[in-house]
């Protein structure tokens, strides 16, 4: 069982950057691929980022390449993602998960955080 919680958001204008940390509780944590998604109001939720078990490899969608990082400290339990740039469509709540393979697909994360609000301003 591992249990997560997402702090960092909020509001920041456009441009600015903001940084999310995702803390789970769990001997297993870093067993576990680490995904961070958003979901905008009347949207979708997608895969924003995701990191390896080890933190060696990483995977950025398109829409926030060149200006998200995803990084994680298994020593802390915790995975961040850092969000540089930031424009209005960036807008969202911001959730990390967890799963037991490397994916982008929603369904096959096993925990979820509740997640965390980004508004940006123009």
């Known amino acids: 069982q591992v249990q997560l919680v997402e702090s960092g958001g909020g509001l920041v204008q456009a441009g600015g950057s903001l940084r999310l940390s995702c803390a789970a509780s769990?001997?297993?944590?870093?067993?576990?691929?680490m995904g961070w998604f958003r979901q905008a109001p009347g949207k979708e939720r997608e895969f924003v980022a995701g990191i390896s078990s080890s933190g060696g490899s990483s995977n950025l969608a398109d829409s926030v390449k060149g200006r998200f990082t995803i990084s994680r400290d298994n020593a802390k339990n915790t995975v961040y993602l850092q969000m540089n740039s930031l424009k209005p469509e960036d807008t969202a709540v911001y959730s990390c998960a967890a799963a037991r393979i490397r994916t982008v697909i929603t369904t096959l994360y096993n925990y979820w955080g509740q997640g965390t609000q980004v508004t940006v301003s123009s």
């Open positions: 769990g001997r297993t944590f870093s067993s576990y691929y």
